[in-house]
Structures are given as structure tokens and as C-alpha cells.
């Protein structure tokens, strides 16, 4: 939905992992340093480590789309809580190999074999393997064993471990695992990106999809987002997706800190970030207040969230809403003026007939101040079910979106 209203050409913020978005922060540039030289060892063990969205699927993506097949053949698998047959079973496969059965035995030999076949053509073998923090010690104990497939002196296989934090603390340690630990040649743990560097991550994926300026973005922005998120990439996406969503429905061309406080503030009370809302600074306070009035009644439950023209017509629907509210407010803010303005002037200015017309006029201007007051006291009324209102559209509209596509969803 915001893609189209940006007018960009793809989503810019997709919690899948997309090595065409790939980003060269500087703890990225440090792991990709770690692995070039693992790689060109052509043995052992290399093992990344980091917390939940912190990169390490995009990066094992973005190996895998920059490798050379001619020279390598990479497979990749993601783990499950797999023993040591299973994984096996799943390493052949992932190579391509059919393996009738479930024989591990028949399952070695066919990768032994593979693996003499590739080298003989002259290309090494990488196996990739993430969320190595599900694998039992048993099933980690049989990777080493197939990395000690050789052909003469030289070995067939080389293995690339990615995992969060847990995973290293298990193999730095668990006993049962030394042998393991002594064929490990390079060890990086992804760290968070820095603060400068969020802003460049943003601009980075909304250039890749035709960005070019709108919407702007307030440079408070990027350092509230820093601190908010800590800097992991996965926390920024869900974000932004959120931020730019509301932008669109709200039709707003810059991106405040006002917005991304009211973002935060949803996404913490969902418990989807686990992060406190950045504070608001005192002099965008009144501009949210008005934001918050000028909320939509509740929109009909009947909208039918999962045909995208019923979506358009639902925030264009929304931009009438508001505007109307906007009238209102406007209309009721000059009446309260030109009220209080008569009532400070003089009987004389009132009626040149004298001061007998002044009461009654008086009186008068005083029953519609009060009508007016009331009727603003009622606008302030509905104030909170109407904030929840937009907030209750705007996550069908965000669970609509996330939901469009199952295959995409982050891992």
C-alpha cells in the first residue's frame, strides 16, 4: 500500500532476507572479512554468531549470490531441532542427492561420493547451515564428521555455522564438543549496527526501490529509530514498515518524530518490539494532540481487508475523515475567537443604542460561547476510542499487508 502512495517500486522494508538489499555495515564488513579468509583456507569450521535480526540470513544470502559456482558449490540448509541422522538427510538433500530411505550409512556414502566428484571436477564443496542454535550436540557432532571427508590430503568440505547467541555460548562451553571447537578457523559475532549508520541503511533500501526524497525524513528520525531499535536491522524494518504505512494513510510527505513516537508507542504496547517509545519532544506535544482529535470514527468491521481495492478505498475513505475533522476544528477554534473578542468589548461596541442592549447581548454571546465549549468538550471525549479507532485500522491493514504473501514472512 505505501509503495504505491511513495510511488516506489517494490517494498523497501520486508522482513525476508534479500541479498539485493544487502547493507555493509561496519560489523557486516568485519564478518565478511572473517569469511573470505575462511573461505580461502578451504577447511575447518566458519561460524557467525549474532541476536535475532541482527543480519545473518541476509549475509549468508548475500554469499551465496556472490560465490563463484564454477569454483564452489554451496548448499544451504536451515535447522530445526534435528538429531544426527536427520541432518544427514537433510545435508544430502540440500546437495541434491536422492537418498532412498533412511539409512545413514546410504546417506554418507552418497555424499562422500558427491563430494569426491566435485573436487575431481575441480570445485570444493560449502555446506551453510543456519539457526545452528537449534542443533543438538549430537547432530553438531556429525557435521565435524562429515568435515572429515578428504580426497588424499585435501578436504571435501567445508562448513559455515550461523547462529544466535546461545549457539556460541554452547560451543565455547560444552565439553562434548572440543573436537569441534579446534576445527573452527574463523568466529565473528554480528553486532549491532551503530547509530550513524541507521540513517544510510534506510536511504539504502528506499533507494533500491526508486526512492528519491519522498517521503523526507526529519533527522531526529534516525537517531530516535537508533535508539529504539538498537540498532538491529530486522527491529528498523518492522518500524519503518509501520512508520510508512501510517505516513500513507495520513498522506503526509515528511516523517516526524511525532509519527515514529506514536509507532513506537503501538509497537511496544503490542509487545513487538520489547522497546520503550521515543520521547516526544515538548514542542511537536500540541501537534500530535491534534493529530490524535482529528482521528476517524471507527471504521464498519464489514471492510474486507484482503482485497486490495476495498484497501484503497478504505484510506481514501480515512483522508475524507480526517479532513472533514479538520473543518470542524477550525470552525469551533474561530467561533471560540470571535466570541472572546466580543466579550471584551465595550456595551457601546456591542449596540450604539446604549447600555440597555448590552445585557441581553451579553447573555446571548455567553450561551454560544458556552454551546461552543460544549461541543469541544465533547470532541475531547471521544478522543482516546477514537486514537484506538485509526490504531485498530491501521494494524489490519499492517496484518493484511504482512499476511499477503506466507512465503515472505521473516525468519
Not at 561460524?47 to 541482527?54: F, K, R
Request: glycine letters at 6%; hydrophobic letters at 45%.
Amino acid at each position: 500500500m505505501y509503495d504505491d502512495f511513495y510511488q516506489l517500486t517494490g517494498r523497501p522494508f520486508q522482513l525476508t532476507p534479500d541479498p539485493e538489499f544487502y547493507f555493509e555495515s561496519n560489523t557486516h564488513r568485519k564478518a565478511l572479512s572473517y569469511l573470505g579468509y575462511g573461505l580461502a583456507q578451504g577447511e575447518g569450521f566458519i561460524v557467525i554468531t549474532g541476536e535475532v535480526g541482527a543480519g545473518k540470513s541476509t549475509l549468508a544470502a548475500h554469499l551465496m549470490a556472490s560465490i563463484d559456482r564454477e569454483r564452489l558449490t554451496a548448499a544451504q540448509i536451515v535447522t530445526s531441532a534435528l538429531d544426527g541422522q536427520e541432518l544427514v538427510h537433510v545435508a544430502a538433500r540440500a546437495f541434491g542427492l536422492d537418498v532412498a530411505g533412511h539409512d545413514k550409512a546410504s546417506a554418507l556414502a552418497q555424499i562422500e561420493a558427491f563430494l569426491h566428484e566435485e573436487a575431481r571436477a575441480g570445485r570444493r564443496c560449502l555446506l551453510v547451515v543456519d539457526e545452528s542454535q537449534n542443533l543438538s550436540v549430537e547432530a553438531l557432532e556429525e557435521l565435524r564428521m562429515l568435515s572429515n571427508f578428504q580426497l588424499g590430503a585435501h578436504p571435501l568440505l567445508q562448513i559455515f555455522l550461523l547462529g544466535q547467541p546461545e549457539f556460541r555460548a554452547l560451543l565455547q562451553s560444552s565439553p562434548a564438543l572440543e573436537q569441534l571447537r579446534q576445527r573452527v578457523i574463523a568466529n565473528h559475532h554480528l553486532d549491532a549496527m551503530e547509530p550513524g549508520e541507521v540513517g544510510p541503511y534506510v536511504e539504502h533500501r528506499l533507494a533500491h526501490v526508486g526512492w528519491r526524497g519522498n517521503p523526507a525524513f526529519d533527522q531526529r528520525v534516525y537517531a530516535e529509530l537508533a535508539k529504539a531499535t538498537g540498532g538491529i536491522p530486522r527491529r528498523i524494518n518492522q518500524v519503518l514498515n509501520r512508520l510508512l504505512l501510517m505516513g500513507a494513510v495520513e498522506q503526509r510527505t515528511r516523517i516526524d518524530s511525532a509519527m515514529l513516537g506514536e509507532v513506537l508507542a503501538d509497537l511496544n504496547r503490542d509487545g513487538a518490539l520489547g522497546v520503550q517509545p521515543a520521547p516526544v519532544p515538548a514542542e511537536v506535544a500540541p501537534v500530535i494532540e491534534q493529530v490524535v482529535q482529528a482521528a476517524p470514527a471507527p471504521v464498519p468491521p464489514a471492510v474486507p481487508m484482503h482485497e486490495t481495492a476495498p484497501v484503497a478505498a478504505l484510506s481514501q475513505d480515512l483522508a475524507a475523515m480526517l479532513a472533514q475533522r479538520d473543518e470542524q476544528i477550525a470552525e469551533l477554534q474561530q467561533a471560540v475567537i470571535e466570541l472572546a473578542e466580543m466579550r471584551t468589548a465595550t456595551p457601546a461596541d456591542l449596540d450604539e443604542e446604549g447600555e440597555e442592549e448590552a445585557d441581553p447581548r451579553l447573555d446571548e454571546l455567553t450561551a454560544a460561547l458556552t454551546d461552543v465549549n460544549q461541543r469541544l468538550a465533547a470532541l475531547e471525549a471521544r478522543t482516546e476510542e477514537q486514537s484506538q479507532a485509526i490504531r485498530h485500522v491501521l494494524t489490519m491493514l499492517i496484518e493484511w499487508i504482512e499476511s499477503e504473501n506466507p512465503a515472505r514472512a521473516a525468519a
